[in-house]
Nanobody, 124 residues
């Protein structure tokens, strides 16, 4: 089973950018659909976006569409979340995870192999 580790979080001002990485171990990475989620204090885990195994397809939550971009480099076993035009409401712990069944919806129960997350804080 693939294991995922997020990195790249930090403190950034409103309007700034960050790029998060999701490094994977395991030989199945290139066949996995990967998702990004976030969880703010006191809130439920929220879907951010997902990328197909080849990287040819992506889908985003409306709240980040046009500002965030997911990509992946299967040769490096790494996926990325480029975040631009950050807002204070983007403050959260960001997680990557593997989608267990590609045909199901993008709710958290349909994902596994969660990383420990990386904190993103956007100051106003």
């Amino acid at each position: 089973q693939v294991q995922l580790v997020e990195s790249g979080g930090g403190l950034v001002q409103t309007g700034g950018s960050l790029r998060l990485s999701c490094a994977a171990s395991g030989h199945t990475f290139s066949s996995e659909v990967l998702g990004w989620f976030r969880q703010a204090p006191g809130k439920e885990r929220e879907f951010v976006g997902v990328i197909t195994s080849s990287g040819g397809g992506t889908y985003y939550a409306n709240s980040v569409k046009g500002r965030f971009t997911i990509s992946r480099d299967n040769a490096k076993n790494t996926a990325y979340l480029q975040m631009n035009s950050l807002k204070p409401e983007d403050t959260a712990v960001y997680y990557c995870a593997r989608k267990r069944f590609a045909w199901r919806d993008n709710s958290p129960p349909n994902f596994d192999s969660w990383g420990r997350g990386t904190q993103v804080t956007v100051s106003s």
